[in-house]
């Protein structure tokens, strides 16, 4: 038998860059990178140059300039002395605010709808797949303006709770008092309050970070304590019962923090023309988490209906067979296994849920796209830069929501061995 030395590493030339499937995909690449940079160096030098033609240049100097402008939702202190700067980042977390509640909300909302669409129960099936399809052919936009109208036009003012037989009457164990103005809720209080820690304009309660530092240690004693029952059940062969010691970790120091403090509801309570001691929430903020929760948990609602389908039969029949009763069957059998095929396009939804957040500007929530992309914009005349920096903005929070959607999802899906 004749051997040729060298034949399975001939030498290179430059004809194998087209021509090698070794060298080929990354000559593709590399090409392909180059074409990119050009478009992207042109499309720069081009903007530059319109710019400079109309007496412009790309400066972001104006974020430190005076805003001049209220924002009546506020996470941060901010008034309008305050700069551009600070303004942007008090509609960023307004939109983060809006996205976070909606996003919880519409998962609770879809969960439930689309395991109810596969109920046996004849008319609970129906009623949930006319909230589907009536929710999810309907712009968001138009459930967003039909939200504040109800609002606008049902709800009560708030002198409609004053009297001994008042007109309206507030909700959830009087607790709520949802008006045409705003929504107004109960806020926490504490009758041994710790203190705060004051940085700068923000103070940050000591209360909070013993309820973190909490339920941190609290969180590695639970795991900990899972380690330990799989360890047992891999000797033994029975796994041990700690879901009361699970509960106990996380429910005993939080109840005892929340006697120490002396944590407790403060109740709005009208006074005069308005509610005083809750939360006074601008109704633009309801409104639109509303509608947002509304129309993605209809998508959502599907997305989990699909899920559960792409189930196996037999898995149910066999959790049926070993004497598990059907609300106990979904929650541990069914719905587990279903997560590998919701939270794919579940990610989807997340982000369209923080994108659809920028028509805050239909009822006046100053997010993101009213502060930064709307008085912003219109009061320094920097369009270029300001379309820049919240294109930018969007971008890293939707980056940031499918990394971490993207790091649950591998440890929900199925492990190859």
Same mark, same amino acid.
């Given at each position: ?21 070794? /060298? ?42 005076? *805003? ?5 939702? =506020? ?38 709808? @689309? ?45 409609? /709770?004053? @009297? ?16 045409? &103005? ?17 940085? @700068? ?21 639970? $795991? $900990? ?13 029975? &796994? ?6 699970? %509960?106990?970790?996380? *429910?005993?120091?939080?109840?005892? %923090? ?46 989990? &209906?699909? @899920? ?28 587990? =296994? ?11 939804? /997340? ?8 028509? *805050?500007? *239909? ?15 219109? =009061? ?38």
């Amino acid at each position: 038998m004749v051997t040729y030395t060298g034949a399975d590493h001939p030498p290179f030339r430059l004809s194998m860059l087209i021509y090698d499937r070794r /060298y080929r995909s990354l000559t593709l690449q590399a090409i392909v990178f180059i074409l990119v940079m050009v478009m992207a160096s042109w499309l720069i030098d081009n903007t530059l140059r319109n710019l400079s033609a109309m007496g412009k240049t790309l400066s972001f100097d104006f974020l430190f300039r005076r *805003a001049g402008y209220d924002i009546p939702q =506020q996470l941060i202190p901010y008034n309008s002395d305050d700069t551009h700067l600070r303004a942007t980042i008090v509609g960023l977390l307004n939109t983060l605010l809006v996205s976070l509640l909606g996003c919880i909300a519409a998962t609770a909302l879809g969960v439930v709808v @689309g395991v109810l669409r596969l109920s046996s129960n004849w008319l609970i099936a129906r009623l949930m797949t006319i909230y589907v399809e009536v929710f999810r052919n309907i712009p968001v936009l138009l459930w967003i303006l039909v939200c504040l109208a109800i609002f606008t036009e049902v709800m009560p003012a708030p002198n409609a /709770y004053r @009297g001994e037989n008042p007109a309206a009457q507030m909700i959830l164990f009087d607790l709520i008092a949802p008006t045409n &103005r705003y929504t107004a809720i109960p806020s926490l209080g504490m009758t041994n309050p710790p203190g705060t820690i004051a940085l @700068g304009r923000e103070a940050i309660s000591w209360a909070l970070i013993a309820y973190v530092v909490v339920i941190v240690v609290a969180w590695i004693a639970w $795991r $900990r304590l899972r380690v330990w029952a799989q360890a047992v059940q891999d000797r033994t062969g029975t &796994r041990p019962t700690t879901w009361w010691i699970s %509960l106990a970790i996380f *429910a005993v120091p939080l109840l005892l %923090l929340t006697w120490y403090f002396g944590l407790h509801l403060v109740p709005p309570v009208l006074r005069g023309f308005n509610f005083a001691d809750g939360i006074n929430l601008d109704n633009a903020l309801v409104v639109l988490w509303l509608a947002l929760t509304l129309y993605t948990g209809a998508f959502i609602a599907e997305i989990v &209906r699909g @899920g559960i389908l792409a189930v196996s039969r037999g898995q149910t029949e066999a959790a049926f067979a070993l004497g598990l009763r059907p609300r106990r069957t979904m929650s541990l059998v069914v719905l587990p =296994q279903a997560l590998r095929v919701i939270v794919p396009p579940l990610i989807s939804q /997340y982000l369209n849920l923080t994108k659809n957040s920028s028509l *805050a500007i *239909a009822v006046g929530y100053m997010d993101l796209r009213g502060t930064l992309g709307g008085t912003t914009l219109n =009061q320094t005349g920097r369009e270029m830069e300001c379309m820049v920096l919240m294109m930018g903005i969007y971008l890293a929070l939707s980056l940031i929501i499918s990394g971490g959607m993207n790091i649950f999802n591998s440890r929900v899906k199925l492990k190859e061995r």
